[in-house]
Nanobody, 122 residues
Framework: QVQLVESGGGSVKTGGSLRLSCAASGHVNCMAWFRQAPGMEREGVTSIDTTTRTIYADPVKGRFTVSRADPKNTLHLEMNSLKPEDTAMYYC???????????????????WGQGTKVTVSS
């Protein structure tokens, strides 16, 4: 069982930046960020595997950057030009095999963190 621990959430104004991190307790191949706003379904934000192949959801392209640090079980998400619609609980997710290339599907992930809250005010 792999444990994921997120950190870095907080409150910022529109246009601000935040950096989220996620530390995994064991080796995983694919890591991802999902988010869930109040009253909304969980949606994928981005994924990255050990080859650093990435996928981004359209709403965050050009604003968010995902990366993995050495050791490669640490995940980061740089969020710039934040908007109120980015307000959500952000969850780190991971799986032992390669990331799917057909999009961000929450059901494909075996391990989940507890989440870290991001609030963007106008």
């Amino acid at each position: 069982q792999v444990q994921l621990v997120e950190s870095g959430g907080g409150s910022v104004k529109t246009g601000g930046s935040l950096r989220l991190s996620c530390a995994a307790s064991g080796h995983v191949n694919c890591m991802a960020w999902f988010r869930q706003a109040p009253g909304m379904e969980r949606e994928g934000v981005t994924s990255i595997d050990t080859t650093t192949r990435t996928i981004y959801a359209d709403p965050v392209k050009g604003r968010f950057t995902v990366s993995r640090a050495d050791p490669k079980n640490t995940l980061h998400l740089e969020m710039n030009s934040l908007k109120p619609e980015d307000t959500a609980m952000y969850y780190c997710a991971a799986r032992g095999v390669w990331c799917r290339t057909d999009g961000l599907h929450s059901a494909a992930y075996d391990f989940w963190g507890q989440g870290t809250k991001v609030t963007v005010s106008s």
